[in-house]
């Protein structure tokens, strides 16, 4: 079945650092979503992106989906401590509604 | 809306008994997920319903594990008989479908924890 890397599992930085979070998929993707998981929360929807080659912005998150629709990235510019949690990329199924979470990356970020 | 509603939050049980967690999702949405969550790995999905039907329940560990949507405001996911490697986060998540962004909206959990 459909399967998703996602690198790094853990990152910490110093606040005011950039970060990125990079999610691969073994086959070409209808859509992808990104979550964020506070600690002790649930998961909470950010973006979805369909397009190739597709950005989107929403303050200092920029989301990127690869060309080819088989990768996607998330990138933090000068982090802050409200940025701690896990962040996780879904592959999403247009037709079947599936929905597939990749193992996530985990944000820690030192004031 | 009060956005889908899990309960019980925390469950404590003991091993062997028979553990049944419950989902009210949102209003209006057709699909519906249960997904777990360990640190180990991570956020699985076990099984999905639409407009009541399961679709996909390849990811239900094995045939302790049981889920039923008996109308669109309800399901329950059971576990009988419970053990302690079920011990985790075990999350109800409900979509729309159609066009536009197909965000999945989760509850709180249930913390489970088998001893």
């Known amino acids: 079945g459909q399967q998703v890397m996602q690198i790094p599992q853990y990152q910490h930085v110093q606040e005011g650092e950039d970060f990125t979070t990079y999610c691969n998929s073994s086959?070409?993707?209808?859509?992808i979503q990104w979550y964020k998981q506070r600690p002790g929360g649930h998961p909470v929807f950010l973006i979805q992106l369909v397009k190739s080659g597709e950005v989107k912005k929403q303050k200092r998150l920029t989301f990127q989906f690869g060309e080819a629709k088989k990768n996607s990235s998330l990138h933090i510019t000068a982090t802050q401590t409200t940025d701690v949690g896990t962040y996780f990329c879904?592959?999403?199924?247009?037709?079947?509604?599936?929905?597939?979470f990749g193992q996530g990356t985990t944000l820690q970020v030192k004031p | 809306d009060a956005g889908v509603i899990q309960s019980p939050r925390h469950e404590v049980t003991e091993m062997g008994q028979e553990v049944t967690l419950r989902c009210k999702p949102i209003s209006g949405h057709d699909y519906l997920f249960w997904y777990r969550q360990t640190m180990m790995r991570g956020l699985e999905l076990l099984i999905y319903?639409?407009?009541?039907?399961?679709?996909?329940d390849s990811g239900m560990p094995e045939d302790r594990f049981s889920a039923k949507m008996p109308n669109a405001s309800f399901s329950t996911l059971k576990i009988q008989p419970s053990e302690p490697r079920d011990s985790a986060v075990y999350f109800c998540?409900?979509?729309?479908?159609?066009?536009?962004?197909?965000?999945?909206?989760f509850g709180q959990g249930t913390r489970l924890t088998v001893v």
């Open positions: 319903f639409n407009n009541n039907v399961p679709i996909d």
């Open positions: 086959t070409t993707l209808s859509n």
């Open positions: 879904a592959l999403g199924s247009g037709n079947t509604g599936k929905l597939i």
């Open positions: 998540a409900s979509s729309l479908s159609g066009t536009g962004a197909k965000e999945a909206f």
